[in-house]
T-cell receptor
Framework: EAQVTQNPRYLITVTGKKLTVTCSQN?????MSWYRQDPGLGLRQIYY???????DKGDVPEGYKVSRKEKRNFPLILESPSPNQTSLYFC??????????????????FGPGTRLTVT | RKEVEQDPGPFNVPEGATVAFNCTYS??????FFWYRQDCRKEPKLLMS???SGNEDGRFTAQLNRASQYISLLIRDSKLSDSATYLC??????FGAGTRLTVKP
């Protein structure tokens, strides 16, 4: 089954304790991304990766790190979590540019989300 | 001005109604457009792509107006199961904040 998996699904942690949220996709997508979603603010992009070993900052990268050493995995690292990073996090992967449609097409598939609480 | 803007709603409509949402975008060079659906606290899922010529899928119709820089989503004969938040996406990565729809019996 084609899917994006995230772990853990729920996490309660304390300020300053390093954590990693894993993300894995089995669709051979080149593009992967992390978002956070907060009430009233919608989905905001944290980091994205167009390919292995290529990562770029999104809109809200401060306090986060990522790596893309393999095509299928894109972990999100919080070196020193703070309460303002309490949020719902989504990982996504996407299909490549579809030349047949003559448009940049990045249809994204999302993981189930990770609800993080930092106290 | 935000890059992608949507009316947050909520839109409360009776079953069977027709409802339309608009989404404006600021980057005139934008190439790809999508509508996603998100149920409460769940992951967004692709509803439909928006092509220059428009796109229809059953009760759902999506349109693109490049001149005015907006995309639209029309839902006909609303069902209770259409209750969700609808997100527009520009260039694959730029999400609007979403429009919440509630369909009532």
């Amino acid at each position: 089954e084609a899917q994006v998996t995230q772990n853990p699904r729920y996490l309660i942690t304390v300020t300053g304790k390093k954590l990693t949220v894993t993300c894995s996709q089995n669709m051979n997508h080149e593009y992967m991304s992390w978002y956070r979603q907060d009430p009233g603010l919608g989905l905001r992009q944290i980091y994205y990766s167009m390919n292995v070993e290529v990562t770029d900052k999104g809109d809200v990268p401060e306090g986060y790190k990522v790596s893309r050493k393999e095509k299928r995995n894109f972990p999100l690292i919080l070196e020193s979590p703070s309460p303002n990073q309490t949020s719902l996090y989504f990982c996504a992967s996407g299909s490549n540019w579809d030349r047949d449609l003559r448009q940049g097409v990045y249809e994204q598939y999302f993981g189930p989300g990770t609800r993080l609480t930092v106290t | 001005r935000k890059e992608v803007e949507q009316d947050p709603g909520p839109f409360n409509v009776p079953e069977g109604a027709t409802v339309a949402f608009n989404c404006t975008y600021s980057n005139s060079a934008s190439q790809s457009f999508f509508w996603y659906r998100q149920d409460c606290r769940k992951e967004p899922k692709l509803l439909m792509s928006v092509y220059s010529s428009g796109n229809e899928d059953g009760r759902f119709t999506a349109q693109l107006n490049r001149a005015s820089q907006y995309i639209s989503l029309l839902i006909r004969d609303s069902k209770l199961s259409d209750s969700a938040t609808y997100l527009c996406v520009v260039n694959g990565m730029r999400f609007g904040a979403g429009t919440r729809l509630t369909v009532k019996p």
